[in-house]
């Protein structure tokens, strides 16, 4: 009986060994692979912006000597008193090219000149602003400084 469970169990041995090695000479085999579709989401098109874009103006020698051809105009205006056309000059002048102290500092002794004739606390607060932004351009500039405490003065009273 022991011979016969024994070769029961080689028989069922070599079966499964057989069975196996099929079995696993299917799976070795290379599948076919499927083409992928990937699911890309639908372009949507885009609203067009609100915002109007300009080309970038880049600043160069010739705004700068422009904004100076103004500058010195409206200085010759200024000394005379003529202070309407010397404001419209600067304020061209500051526009295309902000970077000239002189300018806002100018601009700011006009605008106290007629908030003070004025009493207009607005010009005030303009002809402040200026000197203020003359200031961040030139900050040892003592006459701005000098100008700036007139404002400081005033808000303590």
């Given at each position: 009986?022991r011979t ?17 090695r099929?079995?696993a000479?299917k ?5 076919p ?6 699911n890309?989401p ?6 067009p ?12 020698q ?8 103004r ?13 309407g ?5 600067l ?19 006009i605008?106290l000149?007629r ?10 607060d ?15 500039n003592t ?10 003065a005033?808000?303590?009273?």
């Open positions: 009986m016969f469970w024994l070769g029961m169990l080689v028989v069922s041995l070599v079966g499964l060994t057989v069975g196996c099929t079995i000479r799976r070795v085999q290379p599948v692979k499927k083409a992928v579709v990937e890309k639908k372009a949507v098109p885009k609203k912006s609100p915002v109007v874009k300009t080309p970038k103006r880049t600043t160069d010739g705004d700068m000597k422009e904004a100076t051809q500058l010195t105009k409206a200085r010759r205006l200024f000394m005379r008193g003529d202070y056309p010397a404001e419209a000059l304020k061209e002048a500051i526009t295309i090219f902000p970077f000239v102290p002189e300018a806002n500092l100018l601009l700011g002794k605008f000149i908030g003070a004739a004025n009493r207009d606390l607005a010009m005030m303009n002809a402040r602003l200026m000197f203020e932004m003359a200031r961040a351009m030139e900050p040892e006459e701005i400084t000098t100008l700036l405490e007139l404002f400081r005033r808000r303590t009273d």
